[in-house]
């Protein structure tokens, strides 16, 4: 699944190029969040989407399943890509961001 | 409401059959009929069903030529971030996506589609028969059916269940009532002489009569295959519905939805040539029983009379590519937004003829357009998509028109909102990089931008409650929700929860010809 690199070459681009702002409204761990966002939703599952909700679930659940996908002890195509350009921090802080946001009907 | 939800969405399945596969007979073989069909159901909505592009860029064998089949397939895998663009991972298998793009990249644009009076006919659906039974106020506690705020959720993937008009007691912030509108809704109007009616529009040009005090569909008519335009005749009377696709418009019962008449909408542009057009903006006016519509391409307003066989008086050489517009001066003027010359052109609906062209930004989007009495003077408000180096908001008075000031803004807006009693215009930023997240506010004095609010998603379509005490915008995108902010403070004091909302709609518009005006200076004043 080559063509995957992509996103996760983007999903980097994206982190890099906000994180540099760090006194910005765009506080770190919502940067990864507006990408994960794209996928998981924030607050609000859709529908419609196939994408697990992440908003309020267990940290150390969403830490060790990021790593998972990092390590590629966890397969999937996509999170693969994605998770294969966080470090450490990041992953620390999107988990303790999605898993501090309250559930939306 | 359960029940009315199940029903509409089960009638609408068997509708849509009908209509989804309005090609069917130009494809040959299975497969081009089966991408056909993928498309169409979940392309076609926002990159239109001719693949000559709506809210979103035309796919087709000229605009993909050449692009790698590898990379527009991680497009439509992990879709496109920060855009409407949805990711069809896990939606679509794997070789669905490889064939739709191989399908995209060997289709032409195709030809408008026909879709006439009969087929508009043939469309409409009957929920309620008998309106008598319904209630006769409100089914939840409501001052005031003005307080009523309307949200077009388009739904992440543009149609299914997350697509629906929310409506919102603006004075509580909860949601009252929701319809499911099957693709995404797109425009809401209220009927101005009975409060109690509303009609949707979705992406594929169904028109949902609702009633606000049941929450209800009562009847539904597709009148193309897209294309926003939808306006009502000050009595409440007719509705006028424009399409992309076809280049029609139609003028409809409001009661009823039945189609009365349509128009082919063509005419000879500015530049001398006979076009076929899109429709742009379609608009009711308190000040006579007229509808107006633009002709996108044709650069031409045709303002339609109400009586008799509708008679059209057309306006021509308005601009090179009109797109929306606004009222002013109890209805009497019309500024139409024209993107390719980057002016606003006043028309004197009275005299049926161009006043002013005005400088405009670049590429002026006036949205809903704002107009608010300061010192004296009536001031409108132009956004615009800001394509060129300077991005500012133009500022006209529009009882001399002309232009008052350019006020410079962070990016390319696309709606302004304003109310008498509120301090600040509100102007969103569309620029694609993180402005986006975010609302400026222009003090009506001084005429500066004097704070921007980071709303949390993208931030569009800002509204002022019909008391003008809370701004609500869109965090669409990936925000999922609808921002509300003390519109003094602008601290922020509630959120609703949807999926990807867009337009904003206050009932109170059906007080004021244009917001940001009290409703008496929009009966009578400045003629």
């Known amino acids: 699944m080559k063509v995957l690199f992509i996103s996760g070459a983007l999903m980097a681009g994206i982190l890099a190029a906000t994180s540099a702002d760090a006194a910005s409204i765009y506080a770190g761990q919502t940067q990864a969040a507006q990408v994960c966002s794209h996928c998981h939703g924030v607050r609000t599952p859709s529908a419609d989407a196939p994408f697990p909700p992440l908003a309020g679930r267990d940290v150390e659940y969403l830490q060790k399943a990021l ?6 002890t966890r397969k999937s195509d996509i999170m693969n890509a994605i998770a294969g350009s966080l470090s450490d921090d990041d992953i620390a802080d999107v988990a303790a961001y999605y898993a501090q946001q309250a559930i939306n009907p | 409401m359960k029940t009315a939800k199940s029903l509409l969405s089960n009638t609408l399945a068997l509708g849509m059959a009908a209509f989804l596969f309005p090609y069917g007979a130009q494809a040959v073989s299975d497969d081009a009929q089966k991408y056909h069909r993928l498309y169409e159901e979940n392309c076609a909505s926002c990159h239109g069903s001719d693949h000559g592009g709506f809210l979103a860029p035309a796919l087709n064998n000229e605009t993909l030529k050449g692009r790698s089949p590898t990379a527009l397939r991680t497009i439509v895998m992990t879709g496109s971030f920060d855009t409407l663009m949805p ?29 006439t009076i009969d087929d ?15 209630p006769e106020k409100p089914a939840y506690a409501i001052d005031d059916m003005d307080d009523i705020i309307g949200v077009a959720a388009r739904g992440k993937y543009g149609r299914g269940e997350g697509s629906k008009a929310v409506f919102i007691n603006s004075k509580t912030h909860q949601k009252v009532g929701e319809i499911p509108t099957n693709a995404a809704a797109h425009i ?6 009975n409060p109690r009616w509303a009609y949707v529009k979705n992406d594929t040009a169904e028109i949902f009569k609702v009633d606000l005090y049941s929450m209800q569909v009562v009847r539904s008519i597709k009148t193309g295959f897209n294309g926003p335009g939808l306006g009502v005749s000050r009595d409440g009377k007719y509705l ?14 409001a009661d009823t939805l039945e189609p009365l008449k349509t128009f082919e909408l063509e005419g000879v542009d500015p530049d001398g040539n006979l076009v076929s057009s899109d429709s742009g903006m379609v608009i009711g006016t308190p000040y006579a029983d007229v509808l107006v519509v633009a002709l996108e391409n044709a650069g031409q307003v045709w303002v339609v009379d109400l009586k008799d066989d509708f008679p059209v008086t057309k306006i021509e050489n308005v601009g090179r590519h009109l797109h929306d517009a606004f009222l002013t001066h109890n209805g009497t003027k019309l500024m139409v937004a024209s993107y390719d010359d980057s002016i606003v052109t006043a028309i ?13 930004g670049c590429v002026p989007h006036v949205g809903g357009g704002a107009a608010v009495q300061v010192d004296g003077r009536t001031l409108g408000f132009g956004t615009n998509f800001g394509d060129c180096s300077k991005t500012v908001v133009s500022v006209w008075d529009l009882d001399k028109m002309e232009v008052v000031k350019q006020v410079p803004v962070a990016g390319g807006t696309e709606s302004p909102a304003a109310h008498q009693n509120a301090p600040y215009v509100a102007v969103d930023i569309i ?3 993180r402005r986006a997240r975010t609302v400026q506010l222009i003090d009506k004095k001084s005429l500066e931008v004097v704070k921007t609010l980071d709303v949390g998603g993208h931030a569009y379509f800002p509204e002022y409650s019909a008391d003008g005490k809370y701004l609500y915008v869109s965090a669409g995108y990936n925000g999922d929700e609808v921002a509300v902010f003390d519109s003094t403070s602008l601290e922020k004091v509630a959120a609703v929860p949807m999926e990807s909302p867009a337009g904003i709609f206050s009932h109170g518009r059906v007080k004021y010809i244009t917001r940001g005006l009290s409703p008496e200076e929009s009966k009578g004043a400045h003629q």
């Open chain 2, 240 to 253: 006028m519905a424009g399409s992309y696709v076809p280049h029609n418009a139609v003028i409809l019962n």
């Open chain 2, 348 to 360: 004197d609906l009275k005299e049926r003829k161009i006043i002013k062209k005005l400088d405009a």
């Open chain 1, 67 to 72: 790593k998972e996908y990092r390590d590629k």
């Open chain 2, 431 to 433: 620029s694609k990089d």
């Open chain 2, 120 to 134: 508009m006919k043939a469309s409409l659906k009957v929920y309620i028969s008998d309106e008598s039974k319904l």
């Open chain 2, 87 to 115: 990711p069809f991972y896990g939606r679509l298998s794997d070789d669905d996506i490889r064939g739709l793009v191989k399908h995209l990249q060997s289709t032409p644009k195709l030809d408008n589609p026909a879709w």
């Open chain 2, 188 to 193: 809401i109007d209220y009927n101005p002489a």
